[in-house]
């Protein structure tokens, strides 16, 4: 439902930058892939099973049609923030874990350019972007709880694969190197622990976001009337 949402500008600036960023990690990606065919390097399968490269898949989407002035994105519906929200923290998690734990690990993006992008450019233009085009609605934390469905899902699936071919994305999923499944139960939990205080930490400064464009779009409106 839109009835009642009142149309949200979205200037040609937010939109160039939007298409930009989704070109550039299309490249980077696409880049990466061929010098992984080029040299041997990895499956296809392994390369689009990192959290890093769906992750960006989610945030070019996203971007993509976020550029586009479709309908539900002058007229946001709820539907569209929270994929908006999901993209925004799929990516600080990305960064972050990136930072803090992947810093100098082979993650087939060689590239460093492609590296560049995909863990640190495009993170922060989707952090960005979610504080200064803040959601029209407010995202309770509860609400929230459905942006770990990707994750979950995400390690489920790797979990089974790396058991079935031995391999791993990351070396913390991989009980070989990270002192057996309890070593990698414990550096999930963490990690769960992190999204979802961060989650809690986006939700809660995109109440407060999403009060103050509320309140512009009414004085805006409120102006247009008299």
């Not at 963490?190 to 400064?205: C, D, K, P, R, Y």
């Amino acid at each position: 439902m839109t009835t009642g949402i009142p149309l949200i500008d979205v200037p040609i600036w937010v939109r160039a930058y939007r298409f930009l960023a989704a070109l550039l990690a299309i490249a980077a990606m696409g880049t990466q892939l061929w010098v992984n065919h080029r040299d041997g390097k990895g499956t296809i399968g392994n390369y689009f099973s990192f959290f890093t490269i769906q992750s960006n898949i989610i945030a070019v989407i996203v971007l993509l049609i976020g550029a586009s002035g479709a309908s539900f994105v002058i007229r946001p519906t709820f539907a569209w923030n929270l994929a908006r929200g999901g993209a925004a923290i799929y990516m600080t998690l990305t960064f972050i874990v990136y930072g803090l734990l992947l810093t100098g690990e082979d993650l087939q993006v060689a590239e460093p350019w492609v590296n560049n992008v995909v863990h640190r450019i495009v993170p922060i233009v989707m952090i960005i972007d979610f504080l200064i085009r803040p959601l029209y609605h407010k995202i309770t934390f509860r609400q929230s709880l459905v942006w770990t469905i990707f994750p979950i899902a995400w390690l489920v699936y790797t979990i089974i694969r790396g058991i079935a071919i031995g391999w791993y994305p990351y070396p913390f999923l991989d009980p070989d190197k990270a002192g057996g499944w309890p070593g990698v139960g414990v550096i999930c939990v963490v990690i769960a622990i992190g999204f979802l205080g961060a989650s809690w930490f986006m939700t809660a400064i995109g109440q407060r976001l999403s009060i103050r464009l509320a309140n512009r779009t009414d004085q805006r409106d409120t102006s247009l009337m008299s």
